[in-house]
């Protein structure tokens, strides 16, 4: 799995992939542009402009090419950030590194104590109390409290009358929806560089192609 660190690293060099293939495509288009065209015969004009085709074609292929190795990557790393109880299991319950958003724990050591100390008191609170101290974690904020009251819940008798689940519907964690946005924009970007070589090889763009990399971008910005 990659950490947020990584995701957000991996969409700039896509980002920066998309402008130097944008300044390529353009280039073509202002090399075609500017091809003569008077008293030439069609063969010409078709010679020269595969000419300036070839001399970018190379480089948009390249960062394809690249474009495609990273969502690769991200992709086999999507799974997990959709995931929210497993997110929260890696939430830490003591102070973050560096106090940093998404990090892991400062002290492993202290955090595996406090851990095993919260499930301890968990395991003796009744159904309420168990309930409360996990809506408590979740309107707070602190999702790996949240996981392990949940963990606890479960474990407990489903027929006791006293018995709720405890509900993680809607619930999204910030760097999670961070992380799946920045995995929809360089989906995004690649079909857009699909695209984009195959209008710089002369070809028609499916227009339905270009509508999906256009609405999951507009997703990612709303």
Not at 11 to 19: G, I, Q
Not at 147 to 161: T, W
Not at 193 to 202: M, V, Y
Request: proline share 5%; aromatic share 4%; glycine share 4%.
């Amino acid at each position: 799995m990659m950490d947020q660190t990584a995701v957000q690293e991996a969409l700039a060099k896509v980002r920066a992939h998309r402008s130097a293939v944008d300044q390529a495509a353009n280039a073509i288009k202002q090399g075609i542009a500017s091809l003569p065209t008077e008293g030439l015969t069609n063969e010409y004009k078709e010679k020269k402009t595969q000419e300036v085709r070839a001399r970018f074609i190379p480089s948009i292929l390249a960062a394809l090419s690249e474009t495609t190795k990273i969502n690769d990557q991200l992709r086999g790393t999507q799974a997990f950030y959709e995931n929210t109880p497993f997110l929260m299991s890696l939430e830490p319950v003591s102070k973050r590194l560096n106090n940093a958003p998404a990090a892991p724990a400062e002290n492993q050591v202290h955090e595996a104590q406090t851990r095993h100390a919260l499930l301890a008191e968990y395991a003796k609170m009744p159904n309420a109390l168990l309930q409360a101290a996990a809506d408590h974690a979740k309107a707070a904020g602190n999702y790996g409290h949240l996981h392990l009251a949940s963990i606890e819940n479960a474990s407990r008798d489903q027929k006791d009358p006293s018995w709720k689940q405890i509900s993680l519907d809607g619930l999204e964690l910030p760097h999670q929806k961070e992380a799946l946005n920045a995995i929809r924009e360089a989906k995004a970007h690649q079909l857009f560089l699909e695209n984009i070589w195959r209008e710089a090889e002369g070809r028609k763009v499916d227009p339905s192609s270009a509508i999906t990399a256009q609405r999951m971008m507009n997703e990612v910005a709303a």
